[in-house]
């Protein structure tokens, strides 16, 4: 696939596509960024083939919004008169009816087709640093087409399988928050709550495994979390309270050395486990 492709946006998931589309595809890719260190960094590793400006904008065919969700609709509002009726604009936000409570109106009324995306790769750290070409690699490609046409949607699968995702899904924005908030969000703030134990500062030497699996996201960006969490509350609150009530329910029977109903509630969360497979 041979396209112009601006990148707005040179973090761990910006700089990860502006990265997979030098590796694996023929596109040209010019990289948007406020901080000049990150576009000098990107075109030094070739992971850019420009920095990206106004132009680049007029002539793109896909535009990557790779921002917080109210900095990407400021950016589409601020650079709206910019963008062609050809080129397919998208996101990555981890959120979308926020995201599509905007675009796509905006994308309307200026004639040009806007689809959100989510792709279900990251890492503990964040940055163009911790970018990787690879960090897609047989991940699932969320997209949510928000009324576009059925060629732009398409357009999107086969970027998402040229740059070695897994696979794609395609959902509503209100499936996908309610999802998101129970495979994402929630481990991110368990895993928070769980390290502001006063007994963690003290784990060297008494954790394996399982100190490890259960602490690893709490390495967390706060600020674009918080953004998330808060455009995510409903969802959020309801995955919140059913988790609240499960370690109540074994938190009870703890302390009333109930151990037939510990049994029962322990055999219970290993049965789904087992039955998903995974």
Known sequence: MNKKIVIVGLGLIGGSL???????????VAGIDRDPGVVKAALGCGAIDKAGGDEDIRNADLLYLCLYPQADI????????????????????????????HLPRMAKEHGFPFVGGHPMAGKEKSGFAASDADLFADASYIIVPCGAPRSAVDLLKAIAVELGFGGTVVTTPEHHDQMIAFTSQLPHVLACAYVMS???????????GSYRDVSRVANINEQLWAELFIDNRKALAYELDT???????????????DVE??????RRGRLIKERLGE
């Open 18 to 28: 502006a990265k997979a589309f030098q590796k694996y595809s023929e596109c040209t």
């Open 74 to 101: 400021d950016f589409v509002s601020s650079h709206i008169h910019l963008i062609p009726p050809s080129c397919l604009v998208t996101d990555t936000c981890g959120i979308k009816s926020e995201i599509c409570a």
């Open 198 to 208: 006063p007994q963690c500062l003290e784990h060297n030497g008494f954790s394996a």
């Open 261 to 266: 109903t510990l049994r029962a509630l322990l």
């Open 243 to 257: 988790l609240i009530a499960n370690i109540t329910d074994i938190k009870e029977a703890v302390v009333k050395s």
